[in-house]
DNA sequence: AACGTTATCGGGAACGTTACCGGATTGGCG
DNA sequence: CGCCAATCCGGTAACGTTCCCGATAACGTT
């Protein structure tokens, strides 16, 4: 209605529609008295450029697509404030689509993504994608994908992810070393990429201390409301006398569980968490976690972004960058008086 | 590159452009079979039209924009879930801004969102303004804006809150029933509008059991990393038998606090927040607190801002729509054994 | 004097889409 | 047989912007 146009000022200072635009850009061929008027008048008017038009005509919209499962969650909203703050810094914005951990909606949320003409995509995968051949497709139509968190080795593409298997590998030997023998791994659906990493530095960590891998001490768990309490119910069967939990979710309901069932934290049972909660140290008992630098991931996955959309580093060097885990020892994994 | 346009449709089956348009829109004045064969083909080709040319035309973007102080915050990446629920449901999209609680910074967000042709506008103002003439300037080129949490009543847009003065005023009253008389509340800054309903609420519970409004104990915290402490220490030289405080992240620095000091909750003071943790029952003590239905609130506003998009329902009923507020009493605000 | 240079600006096309207007062909009807 | 309406389609402008190509002077160069 009244957003005024570059139209409207050549019209009022009896210019052309390309002279006013040069001169707003401050090109050489345009004289310094006319560039004055054109800008100062552009000024009055509070002129501003229409984006969506600029984006019809170079074919991009400074827009990034990210794509999480979700955003009420700890960890992806400290993620995406990274990328935020870098994509504002460099004049992007970014669209946050959520999957809801359901892989139909992650496929239909990335072509709500490319049909809006997102310069690229940051992406962390359902749980329930274990095919990314969508994306391989994008990929080849040269649109930059970089994956942080939930990454998958199918796609040749920069990922940015926590040290899994080393914060997994330290967790573990940290309960080992206080005594632990039978530890339980409560985790996430095993497609992703994280799953297995985790996994493998639990396994890695028994290893080392020649204790054997028991397959009925470890339980996927999905992302319903209630399920994490049967899951516990039936990892208690298997008398464990340490549980390391795989996400925020796991070990809270993990921890609720166990105070609901009087079992004594770290007495009986000693607990730590892979997580980025703030407040596990004001918890009862504060609650061991293994911190994921969900900043910095997120800054990191959006730099390797940018520097494949502005660089124009077409060929994705398709490294895994992988940030270092900080384990953080509260009351729930002390050494228990009794081991 | 790849993307294919309707020109090339166009092209390949020898039509024009606005058939192939009009085809596509299932126009009458177009054959059945000639749009058989369009559609077919663009199946075919998986045609999706351009978005941004879309919006060029009609000039609208089908996009709104969600204006926060900060997403890593539980009750606003709460909030924000209900609003994006809602926009995806009527095709779209959301592009979430954060002014970091900064008065400068919301402007600048507040014209970025404008320039970038969002249909509206969904605000929680920033715990620094106080003056909103930058939002009626945009209200009077009729651009809908809807406010939620933090609203102010110079505006005249349709605001969606919780009940912050019921919710104070029973969080209040609970303390004073189990027998406290010092009671003190640690708030946000005074510009915003919660604070001073929240700030009524407690006053108005005051006063309905007798007990004289104290000034010295009520202190207003900024959002700094370390300031939650300090201002405890200094109430308690008030020596107050209970603590209100009004969000998610003074509860947890009072209680962090508190328990630092060794002060006994809820024996020697009692605690509520108003907060919307999800875990405020695994803390030590298991905390009180009144709870903001963040979602619901969310949805609400978002519905608000686009019955005004889609109904061109112009002038905007200035209502605020308050949804009550849930109070959850656990440890640490039980009866004292000693009051 | 004829030509090249420089400085400064305008015209038009293009990005992808839709809407308006107009045109062609056909069939029906008087 | 001619006219009109219906059916079906194409051309073009427009949204706001940039960029390529010219155009017009004024001036200097040979």
Tied chains: 1, 2.
Excluded: W
């Amino acid at each position: 209605m009244d957003t005024i146009t570059i139209k409207d000022i050549a019209r009022a200072l009896n210019l052309s529609t390309s002279t006013v635009s040069r001169a707003l850009r401050d090109s050489y061929e345009i004289n310094a008295e006319t560039k004055r008027l054109v800008i100062e008048y552009a000024e009055r008017l509070n002129y501003r450029p229409n984006p969506i038009a600029l984006s019809l005509k170079e074919n991009r919209s400074r827009v990034i697509g990210v794509i999480v499962p979700q955003i009420a969650n700890n960890f992806f909203s400290q993620t995406i404030n990274g990328i935020e703050a870098v994509a504002y810094s460099r004049g992007y914005h970014v669209i946050i689509f959520q999957t809801h951990e359901s892989f139909e909606r992650e496929i239909l949320t990335v072509q709500q993504a490319v049909a809006r003409k997102a310069d690229g995509l940051l992406i962390s995968l359902s749980s329930s994608t274990s095919d990314v051949t969508h994306l391989c497709q994008l990929q080849e139509k040269k649109l930059p994908i970089v994956l942080f968190d939930r990454v998958s080795n199918e796609l040749d593409s920069p990922s940015v992810t926590a040290d899994n298997f080393g914060g997994a590998f330290a967790a573990t030997e940290h309960l080992i070393q206080t005594g632990r023998r039978r530890i339980a791994h409560l985790t996430i659906p095993p497609y992703i990429s994280i799953t297995q990493e985790r996994l493998a530095g639990y396994r890695a960590a028994l290893d080392k201390y020649g204790i054997p891998y028991d397959e009925s001490l470890v339980r996927y768990a999905g992302f319903g409301q209630d399920e994490v309490e049967p899951i516990v119910d039936d990892l208690l069967r298997q008398s464990p006398d340490a549980f390391f939990a795989a996400s925020d979710r796991l070990a809270l309901g993990c921890l609720e569980a166990l105070k609901k069932r009087n079992i004594a934290i770290p007495e009986t049972v000693s607990l730590i968490g892979f997580t980025n909660i703030t407040v596990a140290n004001l918890l009862s008992p504060s609650m061991s976690t293994v911190e994921q630098p969900a900043l910095e991931i997120g800054q990191l996955a959006a730099e390797q972004l940018f520097n494949m959309i502005e660089g124009k580093q077409k060929i994705p060097q398709p490294g895994i960058i992988r940030i270092p885990t900080r384990m953080v020892i509260r009351e729930s994994s002390q050494r228990s008086l009794v081991g």
